[in-house]
């Protein structure tokens, strides 16, 4: 079946620092989704990217969706202790574009 | 804003207690979702439902059953529950082409 992949697992960051983490499917995806999910929060829906190689931002988040349509990234410049948290993608599955298929997250810790 | 509302965030049942999670939307959304999400295995989809009265199963059905007998209420029941279903549940829903949105979860815990 269908698998997506994020790396990395964990990162921890200073405070300043710029973050990124990737998402790679087994598969062409018609489009891919992220989310975040604070500690002892649950997923909040970020974005969902539809064309090959389109870039989105949203304030100091930039996410990109590649031009195979298999991989996304997700990067955050200059972190704050406010983006602490798992950060997920997500992608169509089973031939559905309603059911959703998660990467394992990555969790990114901010030091102040 | 679209609520997604789970009945209990904290639940302690008993092993081979018949379980009920209950799910609401407010939103007439028309595809309603059971993850759970374990430590290091991430969110696995245990149901989902496209329909009223319709569902299908996701890629951990084991042990687990769903009733979608109106629109905005989606439930999840563990026949019969064991330790390995510890965990916390998530109920999500979603237009047919848009983000999901997910309730504050249920932390299950079977002693």
């Known amino acids: 079946g269908q698998q997506v992949m994020q790396i990395p697992q964990y990162q921890h960051v200073q405070e300043g620092e710029d973050f990124t983490t990737y998402c790679n499917s087994s598969?062409?995806?018609?489009?891919i989704q992220w989310y975040k999910q604070r500690p002892g929060g649950h997923p909040v829906f970020l974005i969902q990217?539809?064309?090959?190689?389109e870039v989105k931002k949203q304030k100091r988040l930039t996410f990109q969706f590649g031009e195979a349509k298999k991989n996304s990234s997700l990067h955050i410049t200059a972190t704050q202790t406010t983006d602490v948290g798992t950060y997920f993608c997500?992608?169509?599955?089973?031939?559905?574009?309603?059911?959703?298929?998660f990467g394992k997250g990555t969790l990114l810790t901010v030091n102040p | 804003d679209v609520k997604v509302t789970q009945s209990s965030r904290y639940l302690v049942k008993r092993t081979g207690e018949k379980v009920f999670l209950e799910c609401v939307q407010d939103?007439?959304?028309?595809?309603m979702f059971w993850y759970r999400q374990d430590p290091g295995l991430g969110l696995r989809l245990i149901y989902f439902?496209?329909?009223?009265?319709?569902?299908e199963k996701g890629d951990i059905p084991e042990g687990y059953s769903v009733s979608r007998e109106k629109k905005e209420r989606f439930s999840l029941i563990l026949e019969s529950a064991s330790t390995n279903q510890t965990s916390m549940y998530l109920c999500?829903?979603?237009?047919?082409?848009?983000?999901?949105?997910f309730g504050s979860g249920t932390r299950l815990t079977v002693v």
């Open positions: 999500a829903s979603t237009r047919s082409r848009g983000g999901y949105t």
């Open positions: 997500a992608g169509p599955s089973g031939g559905s574009n309603y059911k959703l298929t």
């Open positions: 990217l539809v064309k090959s190689g």
């Open positions: 598969t062409t995806l018609s489009n």
């Open positions: 939103m007439d959304h028309e595809n």
């Open positions: 439902s496209y329909d009223v009265k319709m569902k």
